[in-house]
C-alpha cells in the first residue's frame, strides 16, 4: 500500500495548498461541493475542511483503521507528531551552537519541525470541525488535556530553542469618547471689540 500524502500544515494560510491537499481531499470530492451549496466559503472554513478530510484519510490510513468515535488524545499526539515530518521551522537541539537564536548566520543539522502557531491553529481548526460534524463537546479528543499540554510543550521548546518569545497577544480595548456630561464644555468669552 502507498503511504499516506498529508498537505503541509505551514502552508495552510494559502489558497493553493499543492497537490499533496487534493490527494487528500479526493475521495471527499462529492461531499465537499454538496456541502457548500452554491455559497462561497471563507478561507478558514475551507482550511477547516481540507484538515478535517486530512485526519479523516490519516484515521482511514491508520494500522489498525481508527473510527472517529474510538479516537483518542494519544491518536491526535500520533497525528501532530507524524506531521512534524512535513514542517518547515528549524528547531535547534540544546547542544546546536544557535540554540537560542532567532536568526541564525549559519545552517546548521537541526530537524525541521511543524511550527507551534501552525499546530495550535489546526487544533482549533479540528476541534471546531469535530463538533460541526456531530461530535460532543466533551468526547473532542482535539480538546483533550494530553494535546492541550502537548501544545504547551511545543511552544516552550520552540520559544527557547528560537529565541522567540510566544507571548499572548493582548486585545486592544477601544478608546471610549467622553461623554458630553462628563466632560465640562469650553468657557465662552465675550467678544472683545
Known sequence: MDSPVFPDVESSNSDNSGAA???ANSN???AASSSSSGSTLSRYENQKRRDWNTFGQYLKNHRPP???SRCSGA???EFLRYLDQFG???VHTPICPFYGHPNPPAPCPCPL???WGSLDALIGRLRAAYEENGGKPETNPFGARAVR???RDVRDLQSKARGIS???KKRKRPVQQPSSAAVPPPPQHPPEG
Open 21 to 23: 491537499a487534493a490527494a
Open 28 to 30: 471527499n470530492a462529492g
Open 66 to 68: 481508527l473510527s472517529l
Open 75 to 77: 491518536h491526535v499526539l
Open 88 to 90: 518547515k521551522t528549524k
Open 113 to 115: 519541525r511543524q511550527a
Open 149 to 151: 499540554l502537548y501544545l
Open 166 to 168: 510566544y507571548e499572548k
